[in-house]
């Protein structure tokens, strides 16, 4: 089992395209998914077809009232994934859960009782670096950081680079970064190569080879509550996606 938190404490960045298009090309190679939304904001929820308004239970129970991940999660209709749903609910989980016993390691306890259910688990953090996404740090693996190749992005690496080694030295001792990945990719922009290279000579081969491009089908997907994969599967932004799912598969065979 395979937990991976996908986090950058930049927003707009794909973090959420990245795990609701990952978690469907992943489960279309037949591997069992799990795809935990920790954002608010619920939009790994709503792009997997999943009306947020409409949940009798989310996440937030999960981290607040220790419900189970099986009382919680919900079965996609196309994706062939879970999702344990997040809502509006969750932002008000940061100050209740402040004065919570073992507060940073909710999440993990939860993930602890699922014992080898699925193959990988996504976990969407929200783009910030606050007690629900130490929840995600700590419970995870691995990262993997989508990132834009522009010119702020390799400062706020750096920051993140840092509150994982924090996270690593005091709460998850195994937490490695996983991969970065390049997101909304135009290769004419002179900017985002240099920024590309520069990755690339910082991080070497833990920098994916998959490069997600900007593509319009990618952007509309949400708004139908289905995966790329499934709204427009030859578009550029779904082959790339599958291209990813395909190099973590492979990574995750030579590593282990």
């Known amino acids: 089992m395979k937990i991976l938190a996908v ?9 959420t395209t990245t795990c609701v298009n990952l978690a469907a090309s992943l489960a279309a190679t037949k591997r069992r998914v799990l795809l935990i939304d920790l954002d608010p904001q619920g939009n790994a929820t709503m792009g997997s077809g999943i009306n947020k308004d409409a949940l009798a239970s989310s996440v937030y129970d999960v981290l607040i009232d220790d419900k189970a991940l099986t009382e919680v999660m919900v079965r996609t209709e196309k994706g062939k994934y879970d999702v344990v749903p997040a809502n509006r609910e969750l932002a008000g989980a940061e100050v209740e859960l402040v004065n919570e016993f073992a507060r940073e390691t909710r999440l ?12 990988y ?9 606050n007690l629900i996404t130490v929840n995600a740090l700590t419970a995870a693996q691995s990262v993997l950081i989508p990132m834009q190749c522009e ?10 680079v840092k509150t994982i080694k924090k996270v690593r030295a005091h709460l998850n001792p195994v937490l490695e970064v996983e991969g970065l990945l390049r997101t909304m990719f135009d ?3 002179m900017l985002a190569q240099q920024v590309s290279a520069q990755l690339e000579r910082h991080f070497g081969d833990k920098v994916y080879r998959t490069v997600i491009p900007r593509n319009i089908r990618l952007a509309e997907a949400p708004s139908y509550g289905v995966p790329v994969l499934f709204h427009d599967r030859a578009s550029k932004g779904a082959q790339a996606y599958l291209a990813l799912a395909g ?3 492979n990574r995750g065979v ?3």
């Not at 986090?7 to 973090?15: A, D, H, R």
């Not at 688990?121 to 670096?129: N, T």
């Not at 010119?151 to 993140?160: P, T």
């Open 187 to 189: 290769n004419r922009n």
């Open 247 to 249: 190099e973590i598969i």
């Open 108 to 119: 993990k306890s939860a993930l602890a009782k699922l014992q080898d259910e699925y193959d």
């Open 121 to 129: 688990i996504l976990i969407d953090c929200p783009p910030a670096l």
């Open 151 to 160: 010119y702020y992005a390799l400062e706020g690496l750096s920051d993140l």
């Open 7 to 15: 986090t950058n404490q930049k927003g707009g960045v794909g973090k």
């Open 254 to 256: 030579k590593n282990g």
